[in-house]
């Protein structure tokens, strides 16, 4: 049994199939046609003292004249039509192109094979603003937990405390501060070194000069310690008094490698007399900076005025 007995006539037909598509493809190709297509728009030339942050349109519809096989091109992907800033005019805040300043200069985006007939917006705004570069401070965003009887009595070390924004003023005026990644570390018994990458802010046409700073910071054992220091009144006033108590327990934790170097020359307790109240509020308001959480015996002293 033959599937195919007419194969030759098959055959035929197909050889003459293709010729037909062929023929019809290289007319629609060789063809010239009016066709509107929508172009990315593109700005290029901006001056080093500005930067465009917004557009009026981010494309445009253009009609355009040419053969089948030209237009073809702009079909395959997206195509982008370039705009320079310094054939536009300068406004407040924004560069201005206009059909009757621009369009020739805008026909120079095309070779002689496909023609620029018209563009479909009148005018279209650049906005920009000034260009700057600002020192921010970096934010370090570690979160740490010690193990029982463990601290940091020392500063953070970064390898650098700050990093430069450039972008638009308004933009970078708006930002106090670069903050790393998180990091989390936690039963933390033993000194810290860290590679902390930046994050960008989040807005368009910023940049930051470093990406990383290294993170350091000592670890210690500590214990708590507990020191007798005077208290002081202060009073501008004639009328005699006395208080009680004349002296306050301070505790605080301190590094083990440091709990003898405190001596009560290194604190200072201050209160301010007030004939009005019968109790004085101490404060302290010198401690070194080698101890944490100082705690004082009493938020109080007796005042007695005497006759």
């Not at 172009?39 to 930067?51: G, Q, T, Y």
């Not at 953070?156 to 972008?167: E, I, R």
Request: glycine share 2%.
């Amino acid at each position: 049994m033959k599937i195919f007995p007419n194969k030759g006539k098959f055959n035929v037909f197909v050889i003459f199939l293709i010729l037909a598509i062929s023929t019809s493809l290289v007319g629609k190709l060789t063809s010239t046609y009016d066709k509107d297509i929508v172009f990315k728009l593109v700005v290029i030339d901006e001056p080093s003292d500005k930067v465009i942050f917004d557009k009026s349109h981010d494309s445009v519809l253009l009609k355009v004249r040419g053969y089948g096989f030209n237009l073809a091109k702009y079909y395959l992907s997206t195509p982008e039509i370039k705009i320079s800033i310094k054939k536009l005019k300068e406004l407040k805040n924004t560069f201005l192109w206009n059909q009757k300043d621009n369009f020739n200069d805008t026909k120079l985006n095309f070779d002689s094979s496909v023609e620029l007939l018209t563009i479909s917006e009148d005018s279209i705004f650049l906005y920009f603003d000034q260009y700057i570069s600002q020192k921010k401070y970096i934010k370090p965003n570690v979160v740490i937990s010690y193990s029982s009887g463990f601290d940091n009595f020392k500063t953070v070390f970064l390898s650098k405390d700050s990093v430069y924004v450039q972008g638009p003023k308004d933009v970078v005026n708006k930002i106090e501060y670069v903050e790393s990644e998180k990091v989390i570390l936690n039963n933390v018994n033993s000194d810290i070194s860290l590679k902390l990458n930046l994050i960008k802010p989040a807005y368009d046409n910023l940049s930051i000069d470093i990406n990383s700073v290294n993170f350091e910071l000592d670890v210690d054992q500590y214990t708590e310690e507990v020191i007798s220091i005077p208290v002081n009144v202060i009073s501008s006033s004639d009328i005699k008094f006395n208080y009680y108590p004349k002296e306050l327990f301070v505790k605080y934790f301190i590094s083990i490698d440091q709990y003898k170097k405190t001596t009560p020359m290194d604190f200072r307790i201050d209160c301010v007399f007030d004939e009005n109240q019968n109790f004085l509020r101490p404060e302290l308001i010198k401690q070194p900076d080698y101890i944490k959480n100082p705690r004082l015996s009493s938020n109080q002293i007796q005042l007695i005025i005497l006759e």
